[in-house]
């Protein structure tokens, strides 16, 4: 890893991942989880505050860098349920938990920067209970044509700089793909935000 990707990029993702509009993304999501909750990506702890501690039973908070999970730990010692989270150094791609263990699944703003997405879906499904769903909320693919045909151009400069996030990732299709059922997916352009990097989804979806 060179020192950009040590040191700058973090920095910069959680700058950009802790923007006004991006936050109400993820409060349209986030308390709504509830039981035993796995969050895929958990970086410094961005979310934490937004559960509703009297609907979670226990977080699991799954980070691959070690820098990140060292801050998200400092923001758990905030709240006041920080005791009841528990953390997984892991990627995505394999999750240190049993089968049909989770009753919800929070990805938020990460799916764009994991490298192998199939993978890690497939291992969200395993883990969940049969009556499971995952919350999401995540930026992806433009339906117009003129803003995805700039996604496609941007994107090969844009992944170095940005941590290996995808631009042209189509978040509907990989679900489906995957094996889940979207409910009440909703979409937008957010607000103050260049459309490129601004088209986002949300919602919930369940194994098919």
């Not at 691959?64 to 758990?76: C, D, I, Q």
């Not at 006041?80 to 953390?87: D, P, R, T």
């Not at 490129?196 to 194994?207: D, K, L």
Request: charged share 25%; with cysteine.
């Amino acid at each position: 890893m060179n020192p950009w990707e040590r040191y700058v990029v973090p920095n910069l993702i959680a700058c950009a991942c802790g923007t006004k509009p991006i936050m109400k993304q993820r409060e349209k999501v986030i308390p709504k989880a509830e039981g035993r909750v796995l969050e895929l990506g958990c970086g410094s702890g961005t979310n934490f505050a937004m559960y509703d501690s009297s609907k979670v039973d226990r977080l699991f908070a799954l980070e691959p860098s070690a820098g990140m999970l060292a801050k998200a730990r400092r923001t758990a010692g905030t709240l006041g349920f920080g005791n009841n989270i528990e953390f997984l150094e892991s990627g995505a791609e394999k999750i240190p938990l049993e089968d049909n263990s989770v009753d919800t699944a929070v990805i938020t703003f990460v799916l764009c920067t994991i490298p192998d997405w199939r993978g890690a879906l497939a291992e969200t499904r395993r883990v969940l209970k049969p009556d499971g769903r995952v919350l999401f909320s995540e930026h992806g693919l433009a339906p117009d044509e003129g803003v995805a045909k700039w996604q496609r151009r941007i994107e090969p400069v844009w992944k170095p700089l940005a941590g290996g996030c995808h631009l042209t990732r189509d978040v509907a299709a990989m679900f489906t793909e995957s094996g889940f059922t979207l409910e009440d997916a909703e979409t937008m352009y957010l607000p103050s935000t260049p459309k490129v990097a601004g088209f986002v989804s949300w919602g919930a979806a369940r194994a098919a």
